[in-house]
């Protein structure tokens, strides 16, 4: 197996966060495209990697002691990153766990309200009235939080860029680029988390990346997907051995 780091993903906001990292680490690694809407997800292959059969997942190949690591949770691969490079994460305790305490906040609030705001507005086969309210009312609500968090600050712990702005962002992209939410949730009101949404787009490995502006994403995603190696999907690069 390649000794570079195994990334085992697709451009959903989730899988983005762990690429974005990568590459403002500056890590050596290879791509290799799980196609969710063809279940690639569930075959055994990859279930040897995460078990609950979702994406991002990660195999580094030198991990603690030398040994193979396979990780999965986008918020665990953030946070392994960061610890394996000493970067993204404050050395201060306090402030390392202050940044934790806000990606746990994405995990947690951000990622599943807003994915479900985009489900029942954008993808769900019916409209549902109840869950349409629920979700706009909560995801308005989180941007809020924001705002007030980043009023004032370049990043979410300040001049710093941390992995909670990571595991962010893509997100707050997301609510534009893919579910064409600008009016519904009233994106323009919330200027300090449009501000800092495009500083996190314009940073160098971002812009590497395609993302420089919220339009980009898509066109991004489908330049990825047309890609050789993604075109192959998971059997780019063998998984590693069980």
């Known amino acids: 197996m390649s000794k570079k780091i195994q990334l085992y993903s697709l451009a959903t906001p989730n899988g983005q966060k762990v690429s974005v990292a990568l590459h403002e680490l500056g890590l050596d690694f290879d791509t290799h495209v799980i196609d969710i809407r063809k279940g690639d997800q569930f075959t055994d292959e990859f279930k040897k990697i995460n078990p609950n059969s979702k994406i991002p997942a990660l195999v580094d190949p030198d991990g603690p002691g030398g040994k193979e690591l396979a990780l999965f949770e986008s918020g665990a691969i953030l946070l392994y990153l960061a610890e394996k490079t000493g970067k993204l994460l404050p050395a201060d305790p306090a402030a390392k766990w202050e940044t934790v305490s806000w990606l746990m906040f994405q995990m947690g609030g951000v990622g599943p309200m807003f994915g479900q705001f985009g489900h029942f507005t954008k993808y769900a086969p019916e409209k549902v009235p109840y869950a349409i309210n629920r979700y706009t009312t909560e995801a308005k609500r989180l941007l809020g939080v924001l705002e007030a968090r980043l009023t004032g600050r370049q990043y979410i712990m300040g001049d710093d860029y941390t ?35 495009n500083r996190c787009m314009e940073r160098p490995a971002n812009k590497a990346l395609g993302l420089a502006d919220f339009k980009a994403v898509q066109a991004w995603v489908d330049r990825c997907m047309e890609r050789p190696a993604s075109k192959a999907g998971m059997h780019v690069a063998p998984f590693p051995a069980s």
């Open 163 to 197: 992995i909670a702005d990571i595991a962010t962002f893509p997100w707050v992209v997301c609510l534009s680029a893919f579910y064409n939410a600008d009016e519904a949730l009233g994106l323009a009101d919330f200027k300090a988390v449009q501000a800092w949404v």
